[in-house]
């Protein structure tokens, strides 16, 4: 019998396993979300469905000890893996008090966690890549051990922060893994409108660093593509440049209606090789899964999201008085 592909690039049937159930946490969480918000009880949602597959096969390949992560807006998947509960994610749709990202003063995405080193990031796209970059540098400055791991959409990809802080990190060859998340549509502008180049990675070769396109609906594609990005920044061989191309399964956000500028058609076939299915299927084939098996994860997780919505519906809002803390510094 020939070797599983899941352990031929090191990850264990029990890993796979755990790999799935994060991607299908991230996928249920974010339909409840939307559920929520059309019930009018959260204001906004800005989805990672049809992402989970490169967010979390991307965040396993890391060392979720020691590296830190700048996510974008969409990254469900990065942060749930690197240690973020349902519960806080809830918590931050309903913008609660105890929300850990921002004690509920940002909308949703706009991820921040001390504790589980996951850098926060703000409304303006693209700027958590020149700060990925200065984290690269304070890793070569210190002579310490971690990488600095971003992400962002294709549309970002053509912005002046995302050239800065590539070319500085390539000059100075910093430990930083730059992870561009092609989901076709910058909100409603189709790749072709937006790209003159086949592949976001072709982008690499003018900065002197690796690049490498994979498909963002295998996750374990994205895993052996930043573990070994990952594994030449640590070896000193400078910034990657991983492009995981996938489909934006929602509109862009609960705001906007992407029936105006793309055909059900075009969404239905992409639903087809959803991530949450196809790596599913392969996990049954393999013999990691059976339908019992998934649906008693399944079942788990319900439950789970179910006293994550209750606590955070629940749960305090924070008090007027503390609207300028951590506005102004204070004696």
């Not at 966690?113 to 890549?129: A, E």
């Not at 002579?143 to 002046?160: L, M, R, W």
């Not at 895993?223 to 910034?239: F, I, T, W």
Request: aromatic letters at 8%.
């Amino acid at each position: 019998m020939s070797e599983l592909r899941h352990h031929t690039i090191g990850l264990t049937d029990d890993d796979v396993l755990k790999m799935y159930e994060t991607m299908l946490l991230a996928r249920m969480i974010d339909e409840r979300m939307w559920l929520l918000n059309r019930a009018g009880k959260i204001a906004f949602v800005i989805s990672c469905q049809g992402q989970e597959a490169a967010q979390v096969g991307a965040a396993m390949a890391l060392n979720n000890e020691k590296d830190y992560v700048l996510p974008y807006y969409r990254d469900m998947g990065v942060v749930l893996q690197f240690g973020m509960t349902p519960k806080e994610l809830m918590l931050s749709g309903f913008a609660k008090k105890e929300d850990p990202n921002s004690a509920g003063r940002q909308m949703p995405g706009h991820f921040g966690q001390r504790k589980n080193r996951i850098v926060t990031g703000s409304s303006p796209v693209t700027t958590q890549v020149p700060h990925a970059v200065g984290f690269g540098l304070a890793a070569k400055m210190k002579k310490e051990d971690f990488v600095a791991f971003t992400t962002f959409g294709e549309g970002s990809s053509n912005q002046g922060d995302f050239h800065e802080g590539i070319n500085f990190a390539s000059v100075h060859d910093l430990p930083v893994i730059f992870m561009c998340e092609n989901n076709k549509y910058a909100i409603s502008v189709p790749l072709d409108k937006q790209l003159n180049i086949e592949n976001v990675s072709d982008r690499a070769v003018g900065y002197g660093i690796h690049g490498e396109s994979v498909d963002g609906n295998d996750p374990l594609a994205v895993y052996e593509a930043v573990s070994k990005a990952r594994e030449r920044a640590l070896n000193g061989g400078g910034p990657s440049l991983i492009e995981t191309v996938s489909y934006r399964l929602t509109p862009h956000s609960s705001d906007d209606d992407d029936s105006v500028y793309r055909a059900k058609e075009e969404v239905e076939a992409a639903k087809k090789i959803d991530s949450i299915h196809t790596f599913g299927s392969y996990l049954k084939e393999t013999g990691v899964l059976s339908d019992e098996k998934e649906e008693e994860i399944r079942a788990r997780l319900r439950r789970e999201i179910d006293e994550a919505t209750d606590y955070a519906e629940k749960a305090p809002y924070a008090e007027a008085e503390s609207l300028m803390d951590y506005v102004y510094g204070e004696e």
